[in-house]
Every structure is written in C-alpha cells, then in structure tokens.
C-alpha cells in the first residue's frame, strides 16, 4: 500500500517508518495518523516483521506534535458553539488510539527521537520499548500555551515522574533534553546523533527469533552495546530536583503560582517556564491541576477515555482556537485569553471540562 505522509520499507525482520512531512516538523495530521495506524496493524501480525524503527524525516524533528492548525480551521469554519466538531472528534479519537496501540505493540519499537519531539509526538512514540535520544533532542508539552492541557497520555506519565516534577513540566511546558529524559524514564537510550546509521546497521545485523520476549531483550542489549558514549549534557531537571519536588504538594493552580514565583533567582530554565506559564491559559492551568489530580490513579486505557472527553470540552472553549491563532495562525503571540486571569476562573468553570460526553456504552473508547 501506498501512503502519502509515511514511507515505509521492510528489510531483514525490520519494517522502518519515517514519518514525512518535514516542512510541517512531521506533525501528525488526521491522514498521517490513519497511516500510522494501518501500518502498526500490518506489522503487527506480520511474522515476518520482528522489530520496527521510526524516525522523522529531514533533521530538525521527530514530530513536533499533533496538527493542532488544521483543528483551529475546522473550528472557526464550522463553528457551532455547544456543538461537537466531527473533524476534532476524529482527530483526538484516531490520534489517542494510536497512541494506545504503540503502548500495546507486542514487538520491539526502536524510537530514533533526534530533534523535536514534542506533545502529540511523545503521545506517538512513548508506548515504544526502545526510545533513542541525542544531544539534539528536546521534548516539551507545551499544551497550556494553546488553551488545551498535556494530552495524549501525558495524564499518565506525567503522574508517574517523581513527585512534582510531572506537575510542573505540565503546568510550565518547560523544555528537556536527553538528559532530563532519560532520568525521567522518558527515553531509554542515548547515542550520539551521528550514530544513527551505526544503530540501523546493527539492527539489520541482529538473528531474530520467534520468540517476541527474547526479541525486546536482544533489541535492548544490542542497543546497550552500541551505546558506549555517555550523554555529557546537564540535567537541569536533576539540578533543580529538591525545588522541583516541592510541587508534589500543591492542592491548586493558585499555590502551584505561588511556589513558582517565590523561587526567582538568575536561572535561564527557571525563568523559562515561568514566563511560559504566566502567558498561557489560565484556564488550561486551573484543568491540568485538576486532570493531574483526578488522573493519578488511573489505568493507561482509562486514562486515554478521560483525555478524549477532556480535549473535546477544551474545543468547546475559546481558549483553544484563541492560542492556536496567536501562536501559529496569526503568529503575534498575543492571545486573549477567557477568562484573562487565574483569579476569574470559577471552580464550577472547571468542572464543567469534565462532564462526561457521553455515557460508558456511548464512549468511544468503551472497546479501547
């Protein structure tokens, strides 16, 4: 089969993925999903696949996220306020099932994460076994500056970082690298970006076997191997950890403020979240406090059911289209945001992105 933003090949058990769409940073549109996602069916059932690779074409970007533009011109075209928009029902469902799939793959996926990979691109890719980072990786959920919140299963594995930190990466959309991400479990693997034909090679060289576990071990040991150079960048995650882990025990967006301008030194990555926090969402900081909450005893599959009504409600607001128009339409990163600040967004405001959509036989995800 032919596809129009994936290529894909199949060489000695291996089938490669390169998501194709470098102008756009490989960011997932609707069809890419849909193509993703024939093609994880395929190879799944494929005896003759063993192993995948995926990478992003060109070399800026793994992906940098889901097309969160086309989502904004559906929106202000079909504008039908109350109304669910069908091109975003699709989209999220399409997207977070893809998501899940990657998670449930029963075969070694061996993640070349080079460049930008960020929001709906970890969602793609953080399911895989074996995720590569270089000293050029840099991975971010930058949701709150568009009016939405950390997705794409980001409920979970936010959750599951050390106290705090999953709260602050949420709440700041603060930038790591492949240091930070590999402390945090977020990758598994560093090599250095000019090693990538080096790891292909030593897959193409790998004797695979029917035995899908010995498979993983081998993939993970080889890489292992290949992995002789340390990654020598600094973690500022792990600097900043004592302070980070303070944000364990916020109970809201207005405390979580509080701890975070009350440590203001001369410090570029502090300082960095802290600008972007205070020029997102208001609305998106008092829901990603909230989602975190509700989320963090959650199962991976109830987690993905609770985002699917979480985004839809956030494109009911206006906070969605107003932060995608002043970041990528318009580009004068100015949004107006509604509420403009945290102190006018009511409890019961909150409450209402999670009123369920849909009843538990009614929910998309019921067969998840």
């Known amino acids: 089969m032919t596809y129009t933003f994936i290529e894909t090949t199949e060489k000695n058990g291996i089938g490669f993925l390169t998501l194709n769409s470098p102008k756009s940073l490989n960011s997932l549109s609707a069809q890419m999903i849909v193509e993703y996602r024939d093609i994880l069916s395929k190879w799944k059932s494929d005896p003759n696949i063993h192993c995948m690779h995926i990478q992003g074409a060109g070399t800026k970007a793994l992906c940098a996220g889901g097309d969160v533009r086309r989502m904004h011109d559906d929106l202000v075209e079909h504008e039908k306020p109350g109304e669910l928009n069908e091109p975003c029902v699709h989209f999220f469902t399409q997207e977070y099932s893809l998501d899940y799939e990657v998670h449930m793959f029963p075969k ?20 895989a076994s074996n995720k590569v980072v270089t000293e050029h990786s840099v991975l971010a959920m930058p949701e709150i500056t568009i009016g939405l919140y950390p997705d ?35 990758a598994d693997h560093f090599l250095p970006s000019d090693h990538k034909q080096k790891l292909i090679d030593m897959l193409l060289g790998l004797k695979w076997t029917t035995d899908i576990d010995q498979n993983k071990a081998l993939v993970t040991s080889s890489i292992n191997s290949l992995s002789k150079t340390q990654c020598s960048l600094h973690s500022k995650v792990q600097e900043h950890e004592d302070y980070l882990r303070k944000f364990k025990d916020v109970k809201d967006a207005f405390e979580f403020r509080e701890l975070l301008f009350s440590n203001r030194k001369n410090d570029d990555w502090l300082e960095t979240g802290l600008n972007i926090f205070k020029t997102g969402s208001p609305a998106s900081a008092h829901i990603i406090m909230e989602q975190l909450k509700r989320g963090s005893k959650l199962s991976l599959k109830d987690v993905f059911k609770s985002e699917l009504n979480l985004s839809l409600q956030c494109t009911l607001r206006p906070d969605f289209v107003e932060g995608v128009r002043a970041l990528l339409v318009d580009k004068d990163k100015n949004p107006r945001w509604k509420p403009v600040k945290l102190e006018q967004v009511s ?15 009614a929910h998309p995800f019921k067969n998840l």
């Open 152 to 186: 794409v299963g980001a409920t979970y594995f936010l959750n599951n970082m050390p106290d705090g930190i999953g709260t602050y990466l949420g709440m700041t959309a603060n930038r790591i690298n492949a240091a930070d991400a590999l402390y945090l479990k977020m």
């Open 347 to 361: 409890k019961d405001l909150v409450d209402t992105y999670f009123e369920p959509l849909w009843s538990e036989d």
């Open 108 to 127: 070694p996926i061996v993640v070349w994460a080079d460049g930008i990979t960020m929001g709906g691109g970890i969602g793609a890719t953080n399911g």
